[in-house]
């Protein structure tokens, strides 16, 4: 949440800033800003509302310099406004500050100030930076941001400039993402390296408690509590700024849909063979105690969540052990039954959000093994796991999960075969589950290619104000992950139930006309499932029918969606594609942009 970037170097700075801002947009959109150097001059432009409106603004504004920061915001303390922008300044205009995250204790510095006579222009928790920096200089910029960092408690990336000494930023880390990229005659920083890729493909990363000093010639880390300096590793990026891009597309998001039979091979290679044999190299560190665990919890939040629910079906199926899935939010804060014998899975796309980082930290308290399924390398979940296993799904830059999902899908698969087969577990039909998995590339690239039943289908629901998901077993699972993603780019709200359950209260809503993605692709409950399709079309339900039965016709459905048929562990990863191109074309459809829907951001680093 909130995108943060800063250069310093020889170019003109303002362009970079923006261009900056344009990659980290998807962190936060309710407003964006800059500070740029000048002269001995600090100058900030900000405006409510995206980028867009931001890069308007400086076309009429003088922005010369060449070292500046900027911030595009998703609005935590205060509504998004011009003044609740970033950067902030202090009263004498002499320091300009950008911060990601949360100041906890802001309310109590914030009062403090007032006292002392400093006068607030935002409501933001932010501004107290600013203020604080103008009360404690000492005469040394980097001393005083330290000094100042020490009284914060909370979350931050922060940043900051001084006309005291021109050509320098300041960063500061505590659990919201810091990248600092690292180039001849020019440095950058930034909350990910979508931001930083174009200018140099060596980075460091801060950790937490750590600061950077950044010149045009130099760029520095060092210990928050002691002041000392450390010495980083500097890491290389492996994927090319193309990725990163729309590649003809009109969105990310459908981008991201297109490319997942890509993404299918990136997440299998090297991972999984022909015979059903697996490799998973990434666990050896931890393999004993994975072949001893009692239970695994699938922790997550979100689509990733979602994802967890469908590997607890496989797992448990599979290995017949105790799988628990929960939403990160509640788990770490619930005292769950989590002991050493246990195992604990976190899935994040970002690595960065924030409840799922505290679950991590729950288990290494209660000395339980963590495994990571991440995307984003080098991100702060990746980091402190035991062991990660990576999607290399690349960037995601839609704020709606798609191939990432896909990706999680298919590593908790192979993490189940990985299981049986160091747990002695017999899979009967593992060269059946294994040829499955290894011929989704060639099947997703097929339903991709059919999506003019799917741009019909947007059009039905359309003007619906409610429409509901109804599957059984897994299919209930990826149900789930269909409502959540027309919800959160169409607007309509959207539900999933249990099919079983919808006679204990859900059916009431269900009158003339309104849609009923009903998934049946759970061969062992279809005459459930079908008898449950009945009783919602008895009530005029709109039928629309996701079904792997080649057979189908249009006798039970309004609207037929049919995919291959394959395993039914692998299923989702296909039945979830209509239903991320149904959510994508309903809120074209109705005028939305799907890669920003409004209200949310990717990255959710605040709890
Ligand atoms: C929905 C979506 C979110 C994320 C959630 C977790 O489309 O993208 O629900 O899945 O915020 O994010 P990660 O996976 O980065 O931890």
Redesign the pocket.
């Known amino acids: 949440m909130c995108g943060i970037v800063g250069y310093t170097g020889k170019k003109q700075v303002d362009q970079i800033l923006l261009d900056g801002l344009k990659t980290l947009e998807y962190r936060g959109y309710d407003s964006a800003g800059i500070a740029v150097l000048d002269n001995n001059k600090i100058k900030i432009i900000k405006k409510e509302g995206r980028v867009d409106r931001l890069i308007e603004e400086t076309k009429i504004s003088d922005t010369t310099g060449t070292c500046g920061i900027a911030h595009t915001r998703w609005a935590t303390h205060g509504k998004p406004s011009d003044e609740n922008s970033h950067p902030h300044f202090n009263h004498s205009k002499n320091f300009a500050v950008i911060h990601n995250g949360i100041i906890e204790n802001y309310q109590s510095i914030k009062a403090s100030l007032i006292d002392d006579g400093y006068i607030f222009s935002s409501e933001t928790d932010s501004e107290v930076v600013a203020h604080l920096l103008e009360r404690d200089f000492d005469g040394d910029l980097f001393n005083t941001v330290r000094n100042v960092a020490m009284q914060l408690e909370g979350a931050y990336a922060i940043a900051v400039v001084s006309t005291h000494e021109p050509d320098k930023i300041i960063a500061v880390r505590q659990e919201t993402p810091m990248i600092i990229g690292v180039s001849q005659g020019e440095n950058i920083l930034a909350s990910d390296l979508s931001a930083i890729v174009n200018h140099t493909n060596t980075f460091y990363r801060l950790d937490n408690g750590e600061m950077a000093v950044l010149t045009p010639s130099d760029t520095t880390a060092y210990n928050l509590d002691t002041g000392k300096r450390i010495v980083k590793e500097m890491l290389t990026i492996d994927w090319d700024i193309s990725q990163a891009k729309r590649g003809g597309y009109d969105h990310f998001m459908r981008k991201e849909i297109a490319e997942q039979h890509e993404v299918i091979e990136n997440a299998l290679r090297g991972r999984l063979f022909d015979d059903g044999q697996v490799r998973l190299t990434e666990l050896e560190n931890i393999k004993d105690k994975l072949i001893n665990a009692r239970r695994i919890h699938l922790i ?5 969540y979602h994802a967890g629910l469908v590997g607890k079906y496989i797992i448990e199926d599979l290995l017949r052990i105790s799988v628990e899935t929960d939403v990160a939010s509640e788990y770490r804060y619930r005292n769950p039954i989590l002991t050493e014998e246990d195992v604990l899975v976190v ?7 924030a409840d ?1 980082l505290a679950a991590l930290r729950l288990a290494k308290e209660r000395n339980a093994p963590v495994i990571g399924i991440v995307n984003s390398v080098n991100s702060s979940i990746a980091v402190e796991c035991d062991s990660v296993i990576y999607l290399n799904a690349g960037p995601e830059i839609g ?3 798609t191939k ?1 999902y896909i990706s999680q899908l298919l590593v908790l698969n192979i993490l189940a075969l990985y299981l049986a087969s160091i747990r002695d577990v017999k899979v009967e039909d593992i060269t059946e589950i294994a040829k499955d998995l290894l011929s989704l590339n060639s099947l997703a690239k097929k339903l991709l290619s059919e999506d003019v039943v799917i741009k019909e289908i947007a059009e039905h629901i359309k003007d619906h104000n409610s429409c509901f998901f109804i599957g059984r077993l897994i299919d209930s699972a990826v149900a789930l992950e269909g409502a ?2 027309l919800k ?1 780019i169409s607007y309509i709200h959207a539900e999933a139930k249990e099919a079983g359950e919808l006679k204990h209260g859900t059916l009431a809503l269900v009158e003339k006309g309104t849609p009923i993605v009903s998934l049946m692709t759970e061969v062992s409950v279809s005459d459930k499932m079908y008898s449950n399709i009945m009783e919602v079309k008895a009530r005029g339900g709109h039928i629309i029918l996701l079904t792997n039965d080649q057979e189908a016709t249009s006798e039970l459905a309004d609207d037929l969606i049919v995919i291959p048929k394959i395993h039914r562990y692998v299923t989702p990863v296909l039945s979830v594609i209509p239903l991320q191109l149904l959510s994508y074309y309903t809120a074209i459809i109705r005028g939305n942009d799907p890669d920003k829907p409004r209200n949310l951001a ?3 680093t605040v709890e």
């Open positions: 997550a939040c979100g689509t990733s899935i994040s796309q970002s690595g960065e959000t799922t704020v709606a999960s990432a959540l993603k959160e990717k990255s959710v």
